[in-house]
């Protein structure tokens, strides 16, 4: 007996299009090139990675607007608000959906921070995941970029950051 993948439903901002993906990701990362952030408007986009057959649209297929088409693969957006939804990428087999479009949770979460090298000098990142200046390689440890930490895990920026936020006072004691 085999158990069916479930389906996961997502669209746009607008409800222009809308699309199912099956819960079948490979895997999921933080990307912080310079691409995603423009093409996001964030210090990263989120994304999971399937087999291209895994995603479906299902609504708004004459709302999509594809950049960047070639061989490769292309970027999917709504062609009316501008929310980037997925891409299609390496030689068009796999698909990047990201995942503020999903509307049902996956159940899979990014397990790292790809491109750091790359990340907008404002971007702290402190979550502890491992984090990678390019893209990792099968040969490469894991958590290479990721190394300088204090004893708890933390990196030591964000130990600071949480000491500055813990010093400043509250808007009951001003």
């Not at 746009?12 to 099956?22: E, I, L, Q």
């Not at 990047?96 to 790292?112: F, K, N, Q, R, Y």
């Amino acid at each position: 007996m085999t158990e069916e993948t479930r389906s996961l439903r997502g669209e746009c901002y607008c409800g222009a299009v809308s699309y199912k993906v099956r819960d079948a990701f490979e895997y999921a990362l933080y990307c912080h090139c310079g691409e995603c952030r423009r093409r996001t408007g964030a210090a990263s986009k989120p994304f999971a990675g399937a087999r291209a057959s895994a995603l479906t649209i299902t609504g708004g297929d004459d709302a999509l607007l594809l950049f960047g088409e070639s061989g490769d693969g292309y970027h999917a957006s709504c062609g009316k608000c501008g929310s980037l939804l997925y891409s299609l990428v390496r030689d068009r087999a796999y698909v990047h959906v990201t995942l503020g479009a999903l509307i049902d949770p996956p159940t899979i979460t990014p397990a790292a921070h790809i491109f750091v090298g790359s990340k907008a000098p404002w971007d702290v990142i402190c979550d502890g995941l491992p984090q990678f200046e390019t893209l990792p390689t099968d040969r490469e440890p894991r958590g290479t970029v990721g190394r300088h930490r204090t004893g708890d895990g933390t990196p030591p920026h964000c130990e600071a950051r949480a000491r500055q936020h813990r010093a400043r006072p509250t808007a009951a004691e001003t």
